[in-house]
C-alpha cells in the first residue's frame, strides 16, 4: 500500500489550494479515505473523511464550508481542494486510509499560509 500526497506550498491567506492523494496497491474503491493535518506542536487532527463512492463526507468544523474532500476511483486519487484558507490552517497535511484493520499514511505535504 502506498499513499502519495502533492499540491502543498505557499499560499497568501484567502488563497486556495488542491491537494492530491494517489493511492496504489490496495483496491481504493473499497475503502473511506480521510486527510488529516498536523500543525507544529499540536495533535495531528482529522480534517476530512469521504465514503468509498463519495456519497458521504464529513468536515472538521473549522473547515466547513471552506474545504472540500472528494475522490475519483478511475484514477485511486482522493483529493482536498481548499478554498479561503487561513493562517490556521497552516499545517502538514496526510492522507489516510485503513485497509481491513491497518491504516497507512501518506508522507505528509507542507500547506503554509502566510502573507
Known amino acids: 500500500v502506498q499513499l502519495v500526497e502533492s499540491g502543498g506550498g505557499l499560499v497568501q491567506p484567502g488563497g486556495s489550494l488542491r491537494l492530491s492523494c494517489a493511492a496504489s496497491?490496495?483496491?481504493?474503491?473499497?475503502?473511506?479515505m480521510s486527510w488529516y493535518r498536523q500543525a507544529p506542536g499540536k495533535e495531528r487532527e482529522l480534517v476530512a473523511t469521504?465514503?468509498?463512492?463519495?456519497?458521504?463526507?464529513n468536515y472538521l468544523d473549522s473547515v466547513k464550508g471552506r474545504f472540500t474532500i472528494s475522490r475519483d476511483n478511475a484514477k485511486n486519487t482522493v483529493y482536498l481542494q481548499m478554498n479561503s484558507l487561513k493562517a490556521e490552517d497552516t499545517a502538514v497535511y496526510y492522507c489516510?486510509?485503513?485497509?481491513?484493520?491497518?491504516?497507512?499514511w501518506g508522507q505528509g505535504t507542507q500547506v503554509t499560509v502566510s502573507s
Open positions: 496497491g490496495f483496491t481504493f474503491s473499497s475503502y473511506a
Open positions: 489516510k486510509g485503513v485497509v481491513g484493520t491497518v491504516p497507512y
Open positions: 469521504i465514503s468509498r463512492a463519495g456519497s458521504r463526507t
